[in-house]
């Protein structure tokens, strides 16, 4: 880790803060075993993210040996015999794909060689043969048999990704396409054909798909014949005729998919208004849907379990860290995987947000979660800014929040346009000179912190990470004094040497979001922070992954010279061992003290003076 430590700018006297207790570890992905006895998962309990196994009735879990790299998923082969695990060496973008026993034994890389990262689309039934998407300049969409390791290459093509295959091997499901346009093809494997699927609308993304239960059809998640995405089902037999709706709702987007083993029925994750999740059950045969509840305000990971009378997934909320839960629908009853977890070791502890909406400069309805700190306001403020853009923020888990929060700082978490959730003209709003928009949405966001007194005027900041963390670097230089400080993590400062740098497959998928480097080089160049650097004159704290091959690590090292320069105070900290994630918990505990210490001091927050 280096760090470049900023001259203070005045000099206080020592005071006493409340001490923040560091995070919890958090468990996710489960992956359960086909008999439903046993759950495999990844914690970061041990400091790294790695698979550990528990049977469902056992106190104790087991740790699987899995070398110093993190694992990112985890997945259960149909027999039983084999966890296929994607690990991201050095916490680099590139991901690899390894398999092992479930006793820990006979553990070997099966994908993901060399400069190609891997990732799994899962299991043909019944044996050991698993669908992978190997992605270096192009995308490969490979079966790798887990026994022998043997690798057979189905298609290449540009922005390729592997969704599924027939359980004879017959034909595949490929997605297709840059951010935000994406649609799906049917591949022949035999002869190499491929169609495309589905009607091209002209908008709208396609993102998940998969064959049906008899491989007659094709079920797949997309917005492009909605404004919120829906789940609708493709008739191979009779493709001229329009896909059949099978779950959509008006008040919530469709979010994720998961089938049981035998295609029968769906667990449908639905996002409604704000971020909050919403988990159902629907029978694809007679299409009767029906909710279940849910452990916690955001729910991810889910999956069938035992046959598909359980479902598996993972659970979080404001004060309720990430772990893995088990819900039997039938029963109408949940417990976590984990005896210990909950309030039991979280203590409850922690302030729930309160959804606030507002308006745009240009009307455009915005909304975002404010954190309070206890007593009356105004308070001094920060304004976090997720990453993607095409993310969320949710009320989930954030001890970066609470432990701001405790240090009697405000925060305000907002979706500007570009955020995920909010359907699919506020995901695009964003894309090419949309931006200026988003960078003017953050502007719109501190006016109304302080018109409505939650923000103390001069004491209003600024951080995000990956595309948050160019929002902030954007907002400081595109409206100066309107923020005393900002912490950019991750983030790009000049989209010339972002496309030059990034993996060439993220270059690739980045233009229908952000402009092509050639044909749109003058929007990117007036976009780039970079090219008004000079604007730049509060404190401004540069976080980045050394491994970062996403948003490289040059993209913070050039603000920091650039600011050097001028001799405007910054804080450049490199995190070794990392990528564009902080995988390893103390490398994201230093990120987090860093980010509040900064913040508090700069933005001058009142603390109690020891006695």
């Not at 070398?67 to 966890?83: I, N, R, T, Y």
Request: hydrophobic share 40%; charged share 20%; with cysteine.
């Amino acid at each position: 880790m280096s760090v470049r430590t900023e001259v203070p700018r005045r000099t206080r006297p020592a005071r006493h803060r409340p001490a923040v207790t560091p995070p919890p570890g958090q468990d996710f992905a489960p992956a359960p075993s086909p008999d439903g006895r046993r759950v495999a998962y990844v914690s970061d309990r041990a400091g790294t993210p790695a698979v550990w196994v528990r049977d469902v009735d056992a106190a104790e879990a087991v740790a699987l040996p899995g070398g110093d790299e993190p694992v990112l998923a985890v997945s259960w082969s149909p027999d039983g015999q084999w966890l296929a695990c994607v690990v991201a060496p050095g916490g680099a973008p590139r991901t690899e794909l390894w398999v092992l026993r479930p006793d820990g034994t006979q553990r070997r890389q099966v994908a993901g060689f060399g400069r190609r990262s891997a990732a799994l689309a899962g299991w043909l039934p019944g044996g050991a043969l698993m669908a992978v998407t190997e992605t270096a300049e192009r995308g490969a969409a490979v079966l790798v048999d887990a026994d022998t390791g043997h690798r057979r290459v189905l298609a290449e093509d540009d922005l390729l990704t592997l969704l599924d295959v027939t359980p004879d091997g017959g034909a595949a499901l490929l997605r297709r396409g840059p951010r935000n346009a994406r649609w799906l093809e049917l591949l022949d494997v035999a002869t190499g054909d491929r169609v495309r699927l589905l009607p091209d609308t002209g908008r709208g993304s396609t993102d998940q798909g998969w064959f049906g239960s008899d491989g007659t059809s094709v079920l797949a998640r997309t917005d492009a014949f909605s404004e919120l995405a829906a789940l609708v089902r493709v008739d191979l037999t009779r493709q001229a005729l329009p896909p059949t709706r099978l779950a959509a709702r008006p008040d919530a987007e469709l979010e994720h998919v998961a089938l049981s083993a035998d295609r029968r029925r769906a667990a449908l994750l639905w996002n409604t208004y704000g971020g909050r999740s919403e988990l159902s059950l629907l029978d694809l045969a007679s299409g009767v849907q029906r909710a279940v509840a849910a452990p916690g305000e955001v729910l991810d990971d889910v999956v069938f379990a035992a046959g598909g009378d359980r479902l598996c997934l993972t659970a979080q909320g404001p004060v309720q860290p990430r772990e893995v839960w088990l819900v039997d629908p039938a029963a109408g009853t949940q417990r976590p995987l984990r005896p210990d977890t909950g309030a039991a070791r979280t203590g409850g502890s922690g302030v729930a947000p309160q959804l606030v909406d507002l308006r745009a400069r240009d009307g455009l309805p915005l909304s975002g979660w404010l954190y309070r700190p206890p007593g009356p306001g105004p308070w001094p403020t920060a304004i976090s800014l997720h990453g993607g853009p095409e993310a969320q923020e949710r009320p989930g888990y954030n001890p970066l929040f609470q432990a701001l929060v405790a240090q009697g700082v405000a925060v305000f978490a907002p979706n500007v346009r570009g955020s995920s959730g909010f359907g699919r003209s506020f995901v695009a709003a964003d894309n090419l000179a949309g931006r200026y928009g988003a960078i003017a949405d953050v502007a719109a966001c501190a006016e109304h912190l302080l018109d409505s007194g939650v923000a103390r005027p001069g004491q209003l900041g600024c951080l995000g990470r990956s595309y948050g963390g160019y929002l902030v670097l954007a907002v400081l230089v595109n409206f100066p004094g309107l923020f005393a400080a900002g912490v950019a993590e991750c983030g790009i400062s000049d989209f010339h040497t972002f496309y030059s740098g990034t993996e060439p497959w993220i270059a690739a998928a980045a233009v229908s979001k952000y402009g092509d480097p050639v044909r749109d080089a003058d929007l990117l160049r007036d976009l780039s922070p970079m090219t008004h650097i000079d604007r730049l004159d509060v404190p401004v704290l540069l976080i980045h992954g050394a491994n970062d091959t996403n948003v490289p690590a040059g993209e913070s090292a050039q603000v920091a010279r650039a600011l050097a320069a001028r001799d405007v105070p910054h804080g450049h900290l490199v995190l070794t061992g990392e990528g564009h994630d902080f995988l390893a918990r103390d490398n994201a505990e230093t990120a987090r003290t860093a980010t509040t210490a900064w913040l508090t001091r700069h933005l001058a927050v009142p603390a109690v003076t020891r006695g």
